[in-house]
């Protein structure tokens, strides 16, 4: 698809200004040229991350080549491990994981129960690694395989048996 002349003017226009500006307001900022380049590497790649813990990741959120994002990663920790002088630091990008750590240590308290779709069930995997750190017990959703919906009735009576549980003994 070819862009119109005055489109692309328009366009370049918009680069130009950007490119000579300093944006202190947060929600004006864009993205570097460079980690625009490091997006356009591979279709998953703006979206996809690694596990904190290291590991394989199987099923659906498995593509091809990540031997090569994961030696990226690693070569990107190390940099900003040593440039930061921290033992320990996460370089993945943030996003809806940031809000799972927000609500996480907003609402929850260790031993606070919470109730979740588990990963090999299309959850997300860094909820198990956040609750971890926090202190917060994880619960699975019973779900059903056949229809790939949660099974209510089931995680209901386990939401009930937690519940009493977690009663006051008196």
């Known amino acids: 698809m070819q862009l119109s002349k ?3 003017f328009l366009l370049n226009q918009e ?3 950007r490119n000579n500006t ?5 929600s004006e900022n864009y993205t ?3 980690i625009k380049k490091i997006i356009g590497l591979h279709p998953s790649y703006d979206f996809y991350d690694f596990p904190p813990s290291g590991g394989v990741i199987v099923g659906p959120w498995s593509f091809s080549n990540t031997i090569y994002l994961q030696n990226i990663t ?3 920790n190390q940099l900003s491990e040593s440039l930061l002088s921290c ?3 996460d370089t993945r990008a943030k996003g809806g994981q940031a809000a799972e750590i927000a609500v ?3 609402l929850g308290d260790s031993n606070d129960h919470v109730f979740y779709v588990q990963e090999k069930d299309g959850g997300h995997f860094g909820l198990n690694f956040i609750c971890k750190k ?3 017990v994880l619960t699975p959703i019973c779900f059903d395989k056949q229809k790939y919906q949660i099974d209510v009735d089931n995680t209901i009576k386990i939401m009930r048996k937690v519940w009493k549980r977690s009663l006051p003994k008196n």
């Open 6 to 8: 005055e489109l692309t």
């Open 15 to 17: 680069a130009d200004w």
């Open 22 to 26: 300093i944006n202190l307001n947060a």
């Open 32 to 34: 570097s040229p460079m």
């Open 74 to 76: 690693n070569h990107i």
């Open 87 to 89: 033992p320990t630091l």
């Open 104 to 106: 996480l240590t907003g």
């Open 134 to 136: 926090i202190g917060i």
